[in-house]
């Protein structure tokens, strides 16, 4: 199961709609305990990607992050990003790009005025749904 903040929703959605119709991106920094997952803080990162229906977090802003986070009980658990299509399925691309397993990736998926979140886990080359629980 993961945790996810009503603030951390919310800047989520914030995001997804002002990179719209491009895809937004960020690391996911949080905790794990056993198959749980908590977020902490979301970091919106540069989308280097030239397609609009694509991502590429900057691998700068990447190993920053990881720096910061040394020697805390803190890590990077996972990305965002966001689908301008309305779908919170990962894409063929998300599929592609998987590799670490237990990484965490959340979808916000832009449907005209509605914005769904999903949560997967990366799990022995493919997708695993991760339940979502919302915390005020």
Same mark, same amino acid.
């Given at each position: 199961?993961?945790?996810? @903040? =009503? ?7 914030? %995001? &997804? @709609?002002? &990179?719209?119709?491009? #895809?937004?991106? +960020?690391? /996911? ?8 997952? #908590?977020?902490?803080? =979301?970091?919106?990162? @540069? ?6 229906? %694509? ?5 700068? %802003? ?8 040394? +020697?805390? &009980? ?6 965002? !990003?966001?689908?301008?299509? +309305? ?6 691309? *998300?599929?592609?790009? +998987?590799?670490? *397993?237990?990484?965490? $990736?959340? /979808?916000? &998926?832009? *449907? ?9 886990? $990366?799990?022995?080359? !493919?997708?695993?749904? =991760?339940? /979502?629980?919302?915390? %005020?």
């Amino acid at each position: 199961m993961l945790t996810l @903040r =009503v603030d951390h929703r919310a800047q989520l959605e914030r %995001e &997804a @709609r002002a &990179a719209f119709p491009k #895809e937004c991106c +960020g690391l /996911i920094e949080g905790r794990r305990d056993g198959r749980d997952l #908590e977020i902490l803080a =979301v970091h919106p990162c @540069r989308n280097l990607a030239r397609g609009a229906d %694509e991502f590429e977090i900057d691998p700068a %802003e990447h190993f920053r992050l990881m720096r910061a986070l040394r +020697g805390t &009980a803190r890590r990077i658990i996972g990305c965002y !990003h966001s689908h301008p299509n +309305g779908r919170t399925a990962p894409s063929s691309r *998300d599929v592609a790009a +998987g590799s670490e *397993d237990g990484f965490l $990736w959340l /979808i916000v &998926a832009i *449907d005209d005025d509605k914005v769904s979140v999903s949560a997967q886990r $990366w799990k022995m080359g !493919h997708f695993v749904p =991760v339940l /979502i629980s919302d915390l %005020e």
